[in-house]
């Protein structure tokens, strides 16, 4: 029996592109190979049977799009081995990066995982590819706790903006997956609140006595954004009103010139680069000199890291760059999820660049992330996905285009098991994933924990940054940096 695809789901599944495809990958490393008939017993037994979306394929009826049965579904094909003749750090890379631009052929189900060894058959990962139609990135990681072997004490930390305290909005999101009229109501209420807010904080504030000179004056005046950061400057961090109307503005009104410090389209090619096992008690160590969060420091890291790769290439004009970032809209807490599919928001995320203090850097990286946390941006943003799933093809690319214009890429946080995990009796080295990009965007940073470790998966376009390799040792560098700081010199 067919299922209509949900709209939240349609949207990551027309957005597929030539030079961007919408695929989550993923690489996890052993130092025993599993074996692939007892690898494929598993994956059939505790992940396609559980998920019935794994065995079937998109299909338009009279122009809807429902997911059907795949009459021809076998775990061979779609569970498979790969033997690379050159199997060294820089030959796994060469055929990861060429994998980015391969589609996945949506008359089979669009997931893969290749099981890749070397000529000697010994150490060796499993690459796997899922379209993000089938589902969000924490979902994906839950499915992937499932297939492994039982142990306690695995899941992460709970993430995401469920829970006990849940926020009123977020109760009716129930109400919003019913139609886009609704949505298109609740962005519209949600505008006017922050509107509302914003005037009242203007009627008792002058925004251009905080310019000190007439050049900043003018400049805040010419930039809604900046203008709009000044004022709600002014407000508390958990101030919900004063930060979305602070978020919302920047979501629609910025005009995304920072991102031309990586300007004009995107090519097929892709380069990849990653990070194995990178202590997570030195970030918890950073953390506690800096008396901050383990995101702030990891995040500072990549800022401190790009301000660096930028100014190597003499660009010292950029003082921001803007973020695609993902937000669970439900809570990750170790339990498999009920179903596949994609309950989250991408919301914008605006990054200090050209600042070399880390203890400045961190302290603006935390209040950016707090006001984003305590706005309704990441609820606006799902309705604003809803809005481009329900829109006709070709406007949906349109708004997608607006959106990731004013982004340089996708930069994602996601805490996975916090102990080592099994995968067919052998044990995970390492877990680590690259987001996929959208419109003309150059560049993908995730950041994976696991079992005590930090794992990093950097993706860019081939040809406007070609050494994604320098861009993950400059991060490495900076945590490095920022961990060897004591709290007696910060």
Known sequence: MARRIAPEDLTWLLMDRPNNRMHVHSLVGYDEVPDLEELREVIME????????????????????????????????????VVLEDMSEEGLRRYVSAQFSEPLEFDKPLWEMQLLTGPE????????????????????????????????????????RGGEHQH????????????????IEFVGVTAQSAVRGGRKLISTTNPLG?????????DLVRSPVRLVDAVTGLAPLDNELSNSWRELTRMLLS????????????????????????????????????????????LAAVSLAITEYLEERGVFTVDQLSWLMPVSLMPFDGD?????????????????????????????????????????????AFGF??????????????????????TVGQLSNVPGPRVTMSLAGKPLRSILGWVPTSGDQPLGICLFSYAGTVNLGVATDARMIPDPTHLTELIERQLDRLAAVSPASS
Request: aromatic share 8%; glycine share 8%.
């Open 385 to 406: 996905q809803r809005i481009i799933a329900e829109s006709p093809l070709p406007i949906a690319r349109r708004i997608t285009d607006y959106f990731a214009g004013k």
């Open 46 to 81: 505790r992940m396609v049977r559980k998920y019935r979306r794994l065995s079937q394929v998109p299909v338009q009826i009279d122009g809807e799009w429902y997911w059907e049965d795949d009459p021809d579904f076998s775990i061979e094909n779609h569970v498979r081995p």
């Open 255 to 298: 005009d995304g010139h920072e991102a031309v410090a990586w300007s004009g389209q995107v090519g097929i090619d892709k380069s990849v680069d990653w990070l194995e096992g990178y202590p997570l008690e030195k970030v918890r160590s950073a953390a506690e000199t800096y008396d901050c969060t383990l995101n702030d420091v990891m």
């Open 336 to 380: 498999l999820p009920a179903k596949l599919g994609n309950k989250f928001a991408v919301v914008m995320y605006s990054m200090p660049i050209g600042k070399h203090d880390p203890a400045e850097v961190i302290r603006e990286t935390h209040e950016r992330s707090m006001r984003l946390k305590h706005s309704v941006e990441p609820l606006a």
């Open 210 to 218: 905080l310019a000190h000179h007439v050049g900043e004056a003018i």
């Open 121 to 160: 058959g010994t150490r060796g990962y499993t690459f796997s590819r899922f379209h993000h139609g089938l589902g969000d990135g924490i979902r994906l990681v839950q499915m992937l706790m499932g297939v492994c072997d039982p142990v306690e004490g695995a899941a992460p930390p709970v993430v995401g």
């Open 168 to 183: 009123p909005l977020e109760r009716v999101l129930h109400i919003l997956e019913e139609s886009v009229s609704d949505t």
